[in-house]
C-alpha cells in the first residue's frame, strides 16, 4: 500500500517567493492534517480536514499561509510570502477516523534564505 | 486544556539495558485517547500504538510495553533489551474527544549506545 505521499521532498527558495507543498493521503482515509516541525517550537498542528473540509485551522500562523483539499486525494499548503521563520518540516498525515492513528508522510523540508 | 508533558529530553542507555520513556498529560476529558509516535533518523513519524481512556490494560509488543494509569495521568513506554536501531525521537500524544485536536508532547531523544 502506498503511505502518505509528499511533494517536493526539499524546498529551498528566497524570502518574499511562493511556495506550494503538496501532499497525497492514503486513500480512504478521511481525516488530513498538516503540521510543522522545528526544533524551538516541536511538532504543531497547522490544520486539519474532513472529508476534504477544513475543520480547524487555528493553529495556522497567519494569513500567509492557507490550506486547501479540492478532494479526496489532494491537499496543498501554500505560504505566499515565505519568510525566513518558515523554514521547517511539514509533515502531512491523514488518518481513517477521528482520534485515530495517523500516518505521516516523509515531510518537506522548508529552507527560506 | 489540553497538554502533554515528556520530561525527559534526552536518554543514553547502553544496548540491551531496559529503558522507560515518561508521558503525563492533562485533560479534562474524561473521553480521550494516547498516543505513541517514533521518529527514527531518517525523519519520518511512525505510529507505534493508540489507546483509548476507558482501557488501562496494559500492553506488549515484542520488546515494547506500554504503562498506562489513569490515577497518575501517565502512559509511560518501555523497551526491554534496547537495540541501536531504537534510537529515535519518541512522541507521546493526546486526542480529547472534546477537543478533537491532537496535542503532541515535546518528544525524548533517546540514543542506543553499542
Known amino acids: 500500500d502506498a503511505g502518505v505521499i509528499q511533494s517536493p521532498r526539499h524546498e529551498v527558495t528566497e524570502m518574499g517567493q511562493e511556495v506550494t507543498l503538496r501532499c497525497k493521503p492514503i486513500s480512504g482515509h478521511d481525516y488530513l492534517f498538516w503540521y510543522r516541525q522545528t526544533m524551538m517550537r516541536g511538532l504543531e498542528l497547522l490544520i486539519y480536514?474532513?472529508?476534504?473540509?477544513?475543520?480547524?485551522d487555528s493553529g495556522m500562523p497567519e494569513d500567509r499561509f492557507s490550506a486547501k483539499m479540492p478532494n479526496a486525494s489532494f491537499s496543498t499548503l501554500k505560504i505566499q510570502p515565505s519568510e525566513p521563520r518558515d523554514s521547517a518540516v511539514y509533515f502531512c498525515?491523514?488518518?481513517?477516523?477521528?482520534?485515530?492513528?495517523?500516518?505521516f508522510g516523509p515531510g518537506t523540508r522548508l529552507t527560506v534564505t | 486544556a489540553q497538554k502533554v508533558t515528556q520530561a525527559q529530553t534526552e536518554i543514553s542507555v547502553v544496548e540491551k539495558e531496559d529503558v522507560t520513556l515518561d508521558c503525563v498529560y492533562e485533560t479534562r476529558d474524561t473521553t480521550y485517547y494516547l498516543f505513541w509516535y517514533k521518529q527514527p533518523p531518517s525523519g519520518e513519524l511512525v505510529f507505534l500504538i493508540r489507546r483509548n481512556s476507558f482501557d488501562e490494560q496494559n500492553e506488549i509488543s515484542g520488546r515494547y510495553s506500554w504503562n498506562f494509569q489513569k490515577s497518575t495521568s501517565s502512559f509511560n513506554f518501555t523497551i526491554t533489551a534496547s537495540q541501536v536501531v531504537d534510537s529515535a525521537v519518541y512522541f507521546c500524544?493526546?486526542?480529547?474527544?472534546?477537543?478533537?485536536?491532537?496535542?503532541f508532547g515535546k518528544g525524548t531523544r533517546l540514543h542506543i549506545l553499542p
Open positions: 480536514f474532513n472529508n476534504n473540509v477544513p475543520i480547524d
Open positions: 500524544a493526546l486526542d480529547a474527544y472534546r477537543d478533537d485536536k491532537i496535542i
Open positions: 498525515a491523514s488518518s481513517p477516523g477521528p482520534a485515530g492513528e495517523q500516518y
